[in-house]
């Protein structure tokens, strides 16, 4: 919450400081699990975007909240792409790690259309909101 405030402060446009934020958010619900601070540092230096305001919006995702949009993105790519069973039959009397990755890999899909789609709805949600919440703490600043 501490990081949340200091974007706040910083003197940019509202609107990069919101590109930037909202650009991490969409890295932190992509389904690129465990290399989600690099690539916001990454695409934070490429695109010239504030990296405070970028890794804040990745660690919107963070170990408390990353199984449950995982879970969601998963169940919503499932339902977008028309799957009728979403959890898969395991068969728990032989499973092996091979096998248990093998019954999982028709969730593959979902989970990658899911997480981006999540994270693409979210990162635009939040743009708006951290770009309302920046224009109101630099006028606030300014008085």
């Not at 990454?42 to 990745?58: D, H």
């Not at 919503?76 to 728990?92: E, F, R, T, Y």
Request: hydrophobic share 50%.
């Amino acid at each position: 919450m501490d990081r949340l405030r200091e974007i706040l402060k910083i003197r940019e446009s509202p609107h990069r400081i919101a590109i930037a934020f909202s650009t991490g958010v969409f890295i932190g619900m992509s389904p690129f699990l465990g290399i989600h601070t690099v690539l916001g540092i990454v695409v934070a230096w490429i695109f010239r975007l504030n990296r405070l305001a970028t890794i804040v919006g990745v660690y919107v995702t963070n170990p408390w909240t990353i199984v449950p949009v995982y879970a969601f993105g998963t169940w919503v790519g499932a339902k977008c792409l028309g799957m009728k069973q979403i959890i898969p039959s395991i068969d728990w009397s032989n499973i092996t790690f091979s096998h248990f990755l093998n019954d999982l890999r028709p969730l593959l899909m979902p989970f990658i259309f899911g997480t981006l789609l999540i994270g693409f709805l979210s990162g635009i949600i939040s743009y708006f909101i951290i770009y309302r919440a920046v224009e109101r703490a630099h006028i606030k600043s300014d008085e």
